[in-house]
């Protein structure tokens, strides 16, 4: 994340590629038997026994149900949390780890907004801009 920030230097020549799909991808491979989607995330496991500590947010409320959220704040950018947090389980996305999608979310929902490193705050539409640049949209 500090890379997309910063333009890091370090994968100069290598590239980084994602090939992380959106929430419209794992809406249309959620039907059972569930085997495109990563073992222990099936869409009918509870939004909150992955995002423990925020389950005020979505209490009841399937992976599946999130990721076909369309309302504006915070459920644009819940949606793509749970197609992130896929695509990092999936191996989709090597600069996106599950507990760094799960800090993301923790740390947007308690404040509004996601630092990547200090001093640096993204808004809203900057966590949704660096999520979609994991995912082919």
């Given at each position: 994340?500090?890379?997309?920030?910063?333009?890091?230097?370090?994968?100069?020549?290598?590239?980084?590629v994602?090939?992380g799909?959106?929430?419209?991808?794992?809406?249309?491979?959620?039907?059972?038997?569930?085997?495109?989607?990563?073992?222990?995330l099936?869409?009918?496991?509870?939004?909150?026994?992955?995002?423990?500590?925020?389950?005020?947010?979505?209490?009841?409320?399937?992976?599946?149900?999130?990721?076909k959220?369309?309302?504006?704040?915070?459920?644009?950018v819940a949606?793509?949390?749970?197609?992130?947090?896929?695509?990092a389980?999936?191996?989709?996305?090597?600069?996106?780890?599950e507990s760094?999608?799960?800090?993301?979310?923790?740390?947007?929902?308690?404040?509004?907004?996601?630092s990547?490193?200090?001093?640096?705050?993204?808004?809203?539409?900057?966590?949704?801009?660096?999520?979609?640049?994991?995912m082919?949209v």
């Amino acid at each position: 994340m500090s890379g997309f920030v910063s333009a890091n230097a370090s994968t100069t020549g290598r590239g980084v590629v994602c090939t992380g799909h959106s929430p419209h991808y794992w809406i249309s491979v959620s039907a059972p038997p569930h085997h495109q989607w990563p073992p222990g995330l099936p869409p009918p496991r509870q939004f909150d026994s992955v995002f423990a500590h925020n389950s005020h947010c979505y209490p009841g409320q399937k992976l599946l149900d999130v990721l076909k959220l369309q309302g504006g704040a915070p459920d644009d950018v819940a949606s793509l949390i749970v197609a992130a947090l896929l695509n990092a389980a999936a191996g989709l996305t090597p600069v996106l780890s599950e507990s760094a999608v799960k800090s993301i979310w923790s740390e947007y929902l308690g404040t509004g907004s996601f630092s990547p490193s200090s001093g640096v705050y993204w808004s809203h539409d900057d966590i949704i801009a660096y999520l979609l640049t994991t995912m082919s949209v």
